[in-house]
Nanobody, 121 residues
Framework: QVQLVESGGGLVQAGGSLRLSCAAS????????MGWYRQAPGKQRELVAS???????NYADSVKGRFTISRDNAKNTVYLQMNSLKPEDTAVYYC???????????????WGQGTQVTVSS
């Protein structure tokens, strides 16, 4: 199986910064896209940012210019640098990865357990 372990969440004042990390481990042959999603209380989970294995990135309009996604393929790790944080960024942030466990298996989506990000005003 594959595990995604997130770290780096916490409490920060508006205007501050946080860096989230997500490391994938287990039976990994290859990882396609990796991404970060978030879910605020009473709202649906939404895509924050994603990055392909070749480095193509995509951002939600609400975070463009403030958040930066990156990945280290050698470490099977994805990062999310969050700057100029706003109270509306408060949510549980989840890591996602599309993983193939072997050359003859299909890709499957895996999720991390989530990490809380709270931005105070």
């Amino acid at each position: 199986q594959v595990q995604l372990v997130e770290s780096g969440g916490g409490l920060v004042q508006a205007g501050g910064s946080l860096r989230l990390s997500c490391a994938a481990s287990g039976r990994i042959f290859s990882i396609n896209a990796m991404g970060w999603y978030r879910q605020a209380p009473g709202k649906q989970r939404e895509l924050v940012a994603s990055i392909t294995s070749f480095g193509m990135v995509n951002y939600a309009d609400s975070v463009k210019g403030r958040f930066t996604i990156s990945r280290d393929n050698a470490k099977n790790t994805v990062y999310l640098q969050m700057n100029s944080l706003k109270p509306e960024d408060t949510a549980v942030y989840y890591c996602n990865a599309g993983v193939r466990s072997s050359p003859w298996r299909d890709e499957h989506d895996y999720w991390g357990q989530g990490t809380q990000v709270t931005v105070s005003s």
